[in-house]
């Protein structure tokens, strides 16, 4: 089983070598590990996101952000990353992460959580979906649902 626990400022440096071996594996824009390592420190110290890692290494890791909805006034949580390191795919360390992440989410007070990812990454498709995870709107025959971003 693999172990969660919760990142603190000081594994700052490990949570950006794993955002920048992310992005860099996608080929997303990664503004390196030093300006990620002193952003993800600010936020952790701050609060305004939560880590999740996963094994020593950390061989993964979970992010998550909150907001408060207009319709529930509640929390709504955002998995705003989840990254498994390429060897270690299949294990089910991501499965065991987004779990954790929805617990995490629930005893902050979130009543819903929400996340993106590509069309063409099936393997989280299949493990979203298989966690109840939905792309319909309102119903399971609803319209598909859409998430858009644009630089500003």
Known sequence: ??????ATPD?????????H???TEYDDFTPGVEALTRNAREMLVDGDMIV?????GPDGF???RFRKSVWTAKLDAYLEELYVVPALRGQGIGRVLLR???DVARAEGAVNIELGTSEDDEAARAL???EGFTNREGRPDGPVMFFYERAL
């Open 11 to 19: 594994d700052a440096p490990a949570v950006a070598r794993l955002l």
């Open 21 to 23: 071996d992310f992005n």
């Open 100 to 102: 954790e992440a929805m």
């Open 52 to 56: 999740l890692l996963a094994g020593d």
């Open 128 to 130: 979203y979906e298989s």
């Open 1 to 6: 089983m693999t172990e969660i626990r919760l």
């Open 62 to 64: 979970a992010e998550l």
